[in-house]
């Protein structure tokens, strides 16, 4: 842990892309398979959507959201192993980082892993409940719901500020595969007091001019290179 810069590493969806789950606005990401919903995504994962027609909501969710045999790649794995202190603040709700064994990990739109029972509240377990239709409650038939912030939501106070501190103690800042275009979690770059801030992402973003250095590619091939 001696020598090496304390790490802020903030990514999206486009860290995952390489485990095989694909991300909302890239070249061939959810935005596509929305329109034959007949809806935005941003409709079929809002909370107006869930209250109204949780079958639609259901149906997109299971079938474009849970990526069950996902595993972490390589960029997700040089983050977990880098030699030095380091803090994930991830957009993603797949839990790749923690299965890559990251410890430190804030999860600002929460993560499909965690469940609870809209009526009663109780939690489950991803793998306690079924993976397809609209999942009840066993306990009071309430619909079941992922703890993950849905557009219409706001969220958790807490978790911003955690990672507003994050952003303001780390000496180097790694934001990586997103579009930057998701607010609050793309204005929390400006926390950073970083003394270097990088950015590795497939395409340009609206805040490139923010960063030292702009990285264009892979993060599964860059990561592994910037991190060592
Ligand atoms: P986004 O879809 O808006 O942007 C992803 C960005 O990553 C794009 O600019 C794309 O060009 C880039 N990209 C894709 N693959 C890449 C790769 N291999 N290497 C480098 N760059 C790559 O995603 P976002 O900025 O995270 O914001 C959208 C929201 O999507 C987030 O709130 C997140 O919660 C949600 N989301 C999460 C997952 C997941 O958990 N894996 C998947 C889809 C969407």
New binding site residues.
């Given amino acids: 842990m001696e020598g090496r810069p304390s790490l802020a590493f903030l ?8 485990s095989g ?7 061939e ?2 935005a596509q398979v929305a329109r034959r919903y007949g809806l935005s995504y941003e409709t079929l994962l809002s909370i107006g959507e869930l209250d109204e027609d949780p079958a639609t909501f259901f149906d997109f969710y299971w079938n474009f ?1 849970v990526h069950e045999g996902a595993i972490p790649n390589r960029a997700h794995r040089a983050v977990a192993s880098y030699r030095g202190p380091v803090r994930v603040i991830t ?4 839990g ?1 980082h923690q299965k890559a064994g990251s410890e430190k990990v804030v999860e600002l ?1 929460g993560s499909i892993l965690r469940n609870h029972c809209r009526s009663c509240g109780e939690s489950y377990a991803l793998d306690e409940i079924p993976h397809r239709g609209i999942p009840r409650c066993p306990k009071c038939g309430g619909i079941i719901r992922p703890d993950i912030v849905l557009y219409g939501e706001g969220l958790d106070y807490e978790v911003l500020a955690e990672a507003e501190q994050i952003l303001e103690e780390s000496e180097v800042l790694i934001v ?7 607010y609050p ?1 793309a204005g929390l770059i400006y926390s950073s007091r970083a003394r270097a801030k990088i950015l ?4 340009p ?1 609206p805040l490139d001019s923010f960063f030292d250095a702009f990285v264009q ?4 091939s860059i990561l592994p290179e910037v991190l060592q």
Avoid: K
């Fill in positions: 990514d999206g969806a486009g860290m995952s892309t390489p789950i694909p991300d909302f606005r890239g070249q990401g959810l959201l957009q993603n709700i797949d790749l739109h990586a595969g997103t579009s930057l275009r998701v979690a590795v992402n497939a395409e973003t590619g892979d993060v599964a």
